[in-house]
């Protein structure tokens, strides 16, 4: 079993910054590929940003592409997003996932996650 705690949302003005975190435990996640997902109120969950089990080798949505980083500590056992140029479209609540295929993160199969966090909220301010 893995545990996945995010943090570091909150508010933030439009044009501003946030990092979050995904610090997992239970298990390592070294082998996993890891994403971030994000859901606003009234729609539906959808994929951010993916990265592979070694780091190397990310993906993104193409509205956060230039904006938004993923990267992953293995030895800390935790994923981060750094989020810039932040605007009031990318309020939501933030969870990190992961899954053994990186293909699926990539691709945003949500129902396919192996593990979920809970969910850190994301609240940008025009």
């Known amino acids: 079993q893995v545990q996945l705690v995010e943090s570091g949302g909150g508010l933030v003005q439009a044009g501003g910054s946030l990092r979050l975190s995904c610090a997992a435990s239970g298990r390592a996640i070294s082998t996993f590929a890891m994403g971030w997902f994000r859901q606003a109120p009234g729609k539906e969950r959808e994929f951010i940003a993916a990265i592979n089990w070694s780091g190397y080798t990310t993906y993104y949505k193409d509205s956060v592409k230039g904006r938004f980083i993923i990267s992953r500590d293995n030895a800390k056992n935790t994923v981060f997003l750094q989020m810039n140029s932040l605007n009031p479209e990318d309020t939501a609540v933030y969870y990190c996932?992961?899954?053994?295929?990186?293909?699926?993160?990539?691709?945003?199969?949500?129902?396919?996650?192996?593990?979920w966090g809970k969910g850190t909220p994301v609240t940008v301010s025009s």
């Open positions: 996932a992961a899954d053994r295929s990186y293909s699926d993160v990539m691709q945003g199969y949500h129902d396919r996650m192996d593990y």
